[in-house]
């Protein structure tokens, strides 16, 4: 028996608005949350970034011609991250002492500071190279695709072991996540399909997750050696396909209850500044020390963190966009 889950490839999809707020309360999780390799993370909410490229591959490769928008970038992405790490910064250096030298040797190296401070660098390789492979995969057979795909995955494994990449500018390299483009291009063309083959290739894939996150020590050189251990071409057929299926059953059932749905819709709109808010707020809240008891002390600190993310990163939504929608006209 086959179930298929179809996208909205002309308009509005729900659906894809839910991945969106799915994957944001997974950076969330996995920025807050410790000893998360104790509940499995890496196969519910570890995938946050595929997630979030999945769902850009995907609306550029559903439309029949698509371009690299430099305002977009400029003014969606990299300015309003700007402004949030100056102000990371300006409060590590006048609030927290930290030494100015250190601080901006780091920003230099990690493209900014606060956990996923790779993500934005990451958006513009990808954006620039989705219209690129678009324009390429056109009229390309699943077949020759799928094989030029795994080629050029597993060669640039292999390419990067045997260079021994440095791992801190590995980080802010998209070329872990090419092969989400092909199973970008496989929800434009077919949707999510489930039968016997395609659930034989996500438990495998699903088993990759496991061996990578947990058993995993050198696997140089078909596999190299990253602290991004299942972020690579294996785990991702999972990800697209059974995990992408799992994730439409539970909008279904959200989607009956109109408030969560009404929930959803801003945590999708409002994705990116609530990733750029979690940021600070990771990279400045202090642990509450003070509270002797250890579990109430992180307890109090994901709480916040969780509260001013989101009611900081819809105001950010609102007043920033409202402000540069005035500047454009």
């Not at 949350?33 to 609306?59: E, I, R, T």
């Not at 928008?69 to 300006?90: T, Y």
Request: charged share 15%; aromatic share 20%; net charge positive.
């Amino acid at each position: 028996m086959q179930r298929v889950v179809t996208f909205n490839k002309v308009g509005y999809d729900p659906f894809i608005d839910f991945i969106k707020a799915y994957a944001i309360i997974c950076v969330l999780i996995g920025h807050t949350f410790p000893k998360l390799d104790l509940v499995g993370y890496g196969l519910w909410a570890g995938m946050q970034v595929p997630l979030f490229v999945l769902v850009q591959a995907f609306h550029t490769f559903k439309k029949e011609n698509s371009y690299l928008s430099i305002k977009k970038i400029c003014f969606r992405i990299f300015l309003p991250f700007f402004i949030v790490e100056a102000g990371i910064f300006a409060i590590l250096l006048w609030i927290y002492r930290h030494d100015i030298n250190s601080l901006t040797w780091k920003y230099l190296t990690g493209g900014g500071t606060g956990p996923g401070s790779y993500y934005p660098w990451i958006y513009l390789q990808i954006a620039i190279a989705l219209p690129l492979f678009g324009r390429w995969m056109r009229n390309k057979s699943k077949t020759f695709l799928l094989i030029t795909y795994l080629i050029i995955c597993e060669g640039l494994e292999i390419a990067f072991s045997i260079a021994d990449f440095p791992d801190v500018l590995y980080r802010l390299l998209a070329v872990r996540y090419i092969f989400l483009f092909y199973l970008a291009w496989i929800w434009v063309k077919e949707g999510i399909v489930i039968n016997k083959w395609t659930c034989s290739l996500s438990f495998l894939s699903l088993l990759a997750i496991i061996y990578f996150e947990y058993f995993s020590i050198n696997d140089e050189p078909l596999f190299f050696h990253t602290a991004w251990a299942y972020h690579r071409w294996p785990c991702y057929y999972y990800v697209a396909m059974w995990g992408g299926y799992v994730l439409f059953l539970l909008h279904r059932f959200i989607s009956q209850k109109k408030y969560l749905e009404k929930i959803v819709k801003v945590l999708a709109k409002c994705s990116y500044e609530i990733f750029l808010v979690q940021m600070a707020m990771c990279a400045v809240i202090p642990s509450f020390k003070f509270i002797p008891i250890n579990c109430l002390n992180v307890l109090l600190r994901i709480i916040i963190i969780f509260a001013i993310s989101i009611v900081g990163g819809y105001l950010f939504h609102q007043y920033y966009n409202s402000a540069i929608n005035r500047y454009i006209k």
